[in-house]
């Protein structure tokens, strides 16, 4: 869906799987000052919007995901996974429940795959799966904001900040009312620094949750009961991911950032070196220059001098070896 705030002064497209929202509006480093003291507002309508209603739903979510959902309190909020029988990453959900409805944010265009899985999986359970992406858009608010939410309004509180499930009459008036505006580049970039996995970026058709950190946060390991699961409680318990996530320092004298998929290799090896992974998503941050996060294999020194393309990177181990 095309955001109407697009249509604001200052408003440049983002693109790829952002599209629809803006990248920016005008200043990528005051919109990222901004969100880290606690000012600002991101438009983030495009992502996709899902409802698991019915007095099963939290049992039923329980069996499908991989977070511990049957006993999940209303106003708290959850990271959950989806993955395929052999333990890869199928979808990322970003819950909450609001005592009636769990509501869930998901990336732009994958809702209609999701809801089709879990009509597969409902059986006789009582519950009813719904996509609200055409009524219901996501605003984010940083951590320390102030701004109010109106009655009613379904939030989803983090320590990154909040995620607002609002109506997508409200908007226009409400972004109006909590600015100023920050871009989806600006968000990503505290993403980045953050270290927080992106399904499509910092995964790919045979990612294990494992490998990006989202062991804890989204896969709860005392449970079980779901698709997947012995891939992740034997890579847990006996055996090591394949591949790690790493943040990188870029050398800030290239112009153009390295782009999702270009090849990491070691940096004593040169651009004619053996791939030992791949860049996930590269950002320009207001304090630390270019940044990135990337995927390697498992086996890279944790200090090896490293290079993304043509450009020199440092590593930092977000995932250890």
């Known amino acids: 869906m095309k955001s109407p705030l697009l249509t604001l002064p200052g408003a440049v497209p983002a693109e790829g799987p952002d599209e629809g929202v803006a990248a920016h ?24 919007v899902i409802t698991v209603s019915g007095e099963e739903r939290l049992s039923w979510l329980h069996l499908l995901l991989t977070q511990h959902m049957s006993e999940l309190p209303a106003g708290r909020a959850a990271e959950a996974l989806i993955l395929s029988a052999h333990g890869h990453i199928e979808h990322a959900l970003y819950l909450v429940d609001d005592g009636e409805t769990v509501w869930a944010h998901v990336e732009p265009g994958t809702q209609e795959a999701l809801i089709g899985y879990l009509e597969s999986m409902k059986f006789f359970y009582k519950v009813e799966v719904a996509d609200r992406t055409a009524d219901f858009a996501v605003v ?56 927080r996995p992106r399904l499509g970026f910092e995964t790919d058709h045979r990612t294990i949750p494992h490998e990006v950190g989202w062991i804890g946060s989204a896969v709860h390991l005392q449970k079980g009961c779901y698709r997947g699961q012995e891939t992740v409680a034997r890579v847990h318990n006996l055996g090591k991911p394949p591949r790690r ?67 020199a990177a440092a590593q930092e181990a977000v995932v250890q070896p």
């Open 245 to 311: 996530l790493v943040f990188l320092h870029l050398d800030g004298s290239e112009v153009q950032l390295p782009g999702h998929g270009t090849p990491v290799r070691l940096a004593s090896e040169g651009e004619e070196g053996r791939q030992l992974g791949f860049i996930t998503t590269s950002a320009r941050h207001h304090e630390l220059g270019p940044i990135a996060l990337a995927l390697v294999k498992r086996n890279v020194p944790v200090d090896a001098g490293l290079v993304a393309g043509a450009t």
């Open 25 to 48: 509006y005008g200043d990528l480093f005051r919109e990222q000052r901004a969100l880290a003291g606690g000012t600002g507002l991101v438009d983030l309508s495009h992502r996709g």
């Open 140 to 195: 984010h608010l940083p951590a320390g904001s102030i701004a109010e939410t109106s009655e009613g309004v379904v939030v989803r509180e983090t320590p990154h900040g909040r995620d607002l499930f609002l109506p997508r009459t409200d908007l226009e008036s409400y972004a109006a009312a909590h600015g100023p505006l920050a871009g989806i580049w600006a968000y990503e970039a505290l993403r980045v620094e953050q270290h």
